[in-house]
């Protein structure tokens, strides 16, 4: 099998068995796909040293961004609730009470970034 190495080409002509029941092969098989490798790719780049990444977690960051911006979105409109001051008037248990909504808006989207850097 050929396979493009960055520009270099190279043949593989060896091959390692290795010995795994039915459950093993599946969960291998599914990491593989997690990465977007095949079993054998992926079995190869362990055996090397290189730990390849998962596009699992590619996809849960790409998911926590858009809930981030999803919440910068309903933060700017109750921002823009808070400037309509008629509504508040006479009313500032509900001035008090959005403004609980923001703080704890702001905690989440903090909370977000948090675990993004730690995938």
């Given amino acids: 099998m050929e396979v493009m190495m960055g520009t270099q080409a190279r043949k593989r002509k060896k091959c390692i068995k290795v010995w795994v029941d039915e459950c093993e092969k599946e969960k291998i098989e599914d990491n593989a796909k997690g990465c977007k490798h095949s079993a054998s790719s992926y079995l190869r780049n362990l055996g090397i040293g290189y730990v390849p990444k998962s596009m699992v977690d590619h996809e849960a960051v790409s998911d926590l961004m858009r809930l981030n911006g ?9 921002k823009m609730l808070l400037s309509n001051e008629e509504m508040f008037v006479g009313h500032e248990d509900r001035m008090v009470e959005v403004s609980k909504l923001m703080n704890g808006l702001s905690d989440v989207r903090n909370d977000i970034r948090e675990k993004v850097r730690n995938i």
């Fill in 70 to 78: 999803d919440l910068g979105r309903l933060g700017g409109l109750l």
